[in-house]
């Protein structure tokens, strides 16, 4: 199950589970991806960001790597981001060996110009393999390497092993509009454009032409929905649905904390047995805890999916 320039709907950025002490818990791996399955997600990326992957070792990213791909029946993309090629291709080859649909790679903080740009992912693509399909991670927020359309127009082009871009670029709205057009010219390979960001901009991003969501909101049910209704054009019922979740997927994407909140709020749903970080870690203090209810509460009034007491 090789992700195409095809690929729609919402690809899932999963967290890695830990227990108290710091070890991995397969099994909310197990329950996270039982519940990723019936939500309707297309399919799930895991050992980014918000997966911790910087955090763990080589094994144990090839576990956490492994046990979604044997218990998801949707394709599972790695994060294979590593500061040498010789971490990626080793992160990249077990676990495409594993069953991994594809991998995603995000550039490297030492990059400046253009050129600097497409010469690594060109070198990335080879390092990791030319028959291993990529996803490009276009997120100058937190790599603080701004990739131009221009840029990510020359990476589709000279990589045919490029399938895919996360787009994280804000504001973004016309970057996307750019890529389509110059998809629909002929100036440029068809791709996939799955959008991250938490979501913040995901209304307008699929009507722009992004395929779908590729980001961790902790209600990917409701991302899932969300995707459905504007693609089939029920704009305003897709709108409604975003502007619900709006102040929860806002407090979310606070750098920093926003892991600590998705993290309690899975835990909350009942899908991680714990919210805890591997260290370096940021915690949750008490008064963000009981503002995460807050929302949570008023999300109830209109979706029953936040209502996690009953």
Same mark, same amino acid.
């Given at each position: 199950?090789?992700?195409?320039?095809?690929?729609?709907?919402? =690809?899932?950025?999963?967290?890695?589970?830990?227990?108290?002490?710091?070890? &991995?818990?397969?099994?909310?791996?197990? $329950?996270?991806?039982?519940?990723?399955?019936?939500?309707?997600?297309?399919?799930?990326?895991?050992?980014?960001?918000?997966?911790?992957?910087?955090? &763990?070792?080589?094994?144990?990213?090839?576990?956490?790597?492994?046990?979604?791909?044997?218990?998801?029946?949707?394709?599972?993309?790695?994060?294979?981001?590593?500061?040498?090629?010789?971490?990626?291709?080793?992160? *990249?080859?077990?676990?495409? %060996?594993?069953?991994?649909?594809?991998?995603?790679?995000?550039?490297?903080?030492?990059? $400046?110009?253009? %050129?600097?740009?497409?010469? =690594?992912?060109?070198?990335?693509?080879?390092?990791?393999?030319?028959?291993?399909?990529?996803?490009?991670? %276009?997120?100058?927020?937190?790599? #603080?390497?701004?990739?131009?359309?221009?840029?990510? $127009?020359?990476?589709?082009?000279?990589?045919? #092993?490029?399938?895919?871009?996360?787009?994280?670029?804000?504001?973004?709205?016309?970057?996307?509009?750019?890529?389509?057009?110059?998809?629909?010219?002929?100036?440029?390979?068809?791709? #996939?454009?799955?959008?991250?960001?938490?979501?913040?901009?995901? %209304?307008?991003?699929?009507?722009?032409?992004?395929?779908?969501?590729?980001?961790? =909101?902790?209600?990917?049910?409701?991302?899932?929905?969300?995707?459905?209704?504007? !693609?089939?054009? !029920?704009?305003?019922?897709?709108?409604?649905?975003?502007?619900?979740?709006?102040?929860? &997927? $806002?407090?979310?994407?606070?750098?920093?904390?926003?892991?600590?909140?998705?993290?309690?709020? &899975?835990?909350?749903?009942?899908?991680?047995? #714990?919210?805890?970080?591997?260290?370096?870690?940021?915690?949750?203090?008490?008064?963000?805890?009981?503002?995460?209810? =807050?929302?949570?509460?008023?999300?109830?009034?209109?979706?029953?999916?936040?209502?996690?007491? *009953?």
């Amino acid at each position: 199950m090789q992700i195409t320039a095809q690929a729609r709907g919402v =690809y899932v950025i999963a967290p890695t589970p830990f227990t108290a002490d710091g070890a &991995l818990d397969l099994a909310s791996i197990d $329950r996270l991806v039982a519940f990723y399955d019936e939500s309707g997600v297309a399919g799930a990326t895991v050992l980014g960001q918000l997966g911790e992957a910087a955090k &763990l070792e080589h094994a144990e990213a090839l576990q956490v790597a492994s046990r979604f791909i044997q218990r998801a029946r949707t394709p599972i993309i790695v994060g294979v981001t590593a500061p040498g090629f010789a971490a990626m291709r080793a992160l *990249a080859r077990d676990a495409m %060996d594993a069953g991994a649909a594809g991998v995603m790679i995000a550039p490297p903080n030492t990059l $400046r110009t253009d %050129d600097q740009i497409v010469a =690594y992912y060109a070198q990335a693509a080879a390092a990791v393999g030319a028959d291993v399909p990529f996803v490009i991670q %276009d997120y100058p927020l937190t790599f #603080s390497v701004v990739m131009t359309s221009s840029v990510i $127009r020359r990476i589709v082009n000279d990589n045919p #092993s490029c399938v895919m871009l996360k787009h994280e670029d804000w504001p973004g709205l016309e970057k996307i509009s750019a890529l389509r057009e110059w998809q629909r010219k002929g100036e440029m390979r068809p791709i #996939s454009i799955l959008c991250g960001n938490g979501g913040l901009f995901l %209304d307008f991003e699929i009507e722009r032409g992004a395929d779908g969501a590729m980001t961790g =909101y902790c209600f990917p049910d409701v991302l899932v929905e969300l995707v459905r209704l504007a !693609q089939q054009g !029920q704009r305003e019922r897709a709108h409604d649905l975003f502007d619900a979740h709006l102040p929860l &997927l $806002r407090y979310e994407q606070q750098p920093g904390v926003g892991l600590a909140v998705r993290k309690y709020v &899975l835990m909350r749903r009942g899908l991680l047995a #714990s919210d805890a970080q591997r260290k370096p870690a940021s915690a949750m203090s008490a008064r963000a805890r009981e503002e995460v209810d =807050y929302l949570l509460a008023r999300l109830a009034r209109v979706d029953a999916r936040a209502r996690l007491d *009953a």
